[in-house]
T-cell receptor, first 114, second 113 residues
Framework: DTEVTQTPKHLVMGMTNKKSLKCEQH?????MYWYKQKAKKPPELMFV???????INESVPSRFSPECPNSSLLNLHLHALQPEDSALYLC?????????????FGEGSRLTVL | GENVEQHPSTLSVQEGDSAVIKCTYS??????FPWYKQELGKGPQLIID?????GEKKDQRIAVTLNKTAKHFSLHITETQPEDSAVYFC????????????FGTGTSLTVIP
């Protein structure tokens, strides 16, 4: 079962709000990713967690704060966002090192910042 | 770093015809090349992939070819159907967990019934 589950599917928040996006996978994958995608553009990497440790941070503003509580869960905490942060936020996971390295995406959380 | 270019950006074909999307990459260390299909309002779905030790791979109506020397790979869809209409992304990666995937800019495919 190749499934990455993201909640919520839609989120509307004001610039002063604090909210979180959640991602869950039960495929035993040990790398988890957050991507941001604008309309008609490819996914843009934000963060990579490998074995629950942050391995890549693509110079993302501090108003985005990732968290990996365990090997199955990945959160993205949002605070003081700007309207230009409105986008589709995609979570993805891939198998452990030594495996095939496929990247599986969730359906995304559509974020609107007012 | 890796740079992946994808062409064309839009493609319209008649139902039943074939569609071809091409990508080039720059980093000879890349060894894993997936293709994703993204329908409106959904996340990208892995549809086929190829590794650098293989020149061609086929799965029913879709196939991918890889030319390592020229650093390009292509997606071929035969007997296209309206449900093939979507945005397709190619990507390149060094194939193990935790590495970056470099995406092409996408091709919006429309299959006209």
């Amino acid at each position: 079962d190749t499934e990455v589950t993201q909640t919520p599917k839609h989120l509307v928040m004001g610039m002063t709000n604090k909210k979180s996006l959640k991602c869950e996978q039960h495929m035993g994958h040990r790398a988890m990713y957050w991507y941001k995608q604008k309309a008609k553009k490819p996914p843009e990497l934000m963060f990579v967690y490998s074995y629950e440790k942050l391995s890549i941070n693509e110079s993302v503003p501090s108003r985005f704060s990732p968290e990996c509580p365990n090997s199955s869960l990945l959160n993205l905490h949002l605070h003081a966002l700007q309207p230009e942060d409105s986008a589709l936020y995609l979570c993805a996971s891939s198998p452990p090192s030594g495996y095939t390295g496929e990247l599986f995406f969730g359906e995304g959380s559509r974020l609107t910042v007012l | 770093g890796e740079n992946v270019e994808q062409h064309p950006s839009t493609l319209s074909v008649q139902e039943g015809d074939s569609a071809v999307i091409k990508c080039t990459y720059s980093d000879s260390a890349s060894n894993y090349f997936p293709w994703y299909k993204q329908e409106l309002g959904k996340g990208p779905q892995l549809i086929i992939d190829i590794r650098s030790n293989v020149g061609e791979k086929k799965d029913q109506r879709i196939a991918v070819t890889l030319n390592k020397t020229a650093k390009h790979f292509s997606l071929h869809i035969t007997e296209t159907q309206p449900e093939d209409s979507a945005v397709y992304f190619c990507a390149a990666s060094i194939g193990h967990a935790g590495n970056q995937f470099y995406f092409g800019t996408g091709t919006s495919l429309t299959v006209i019934p």
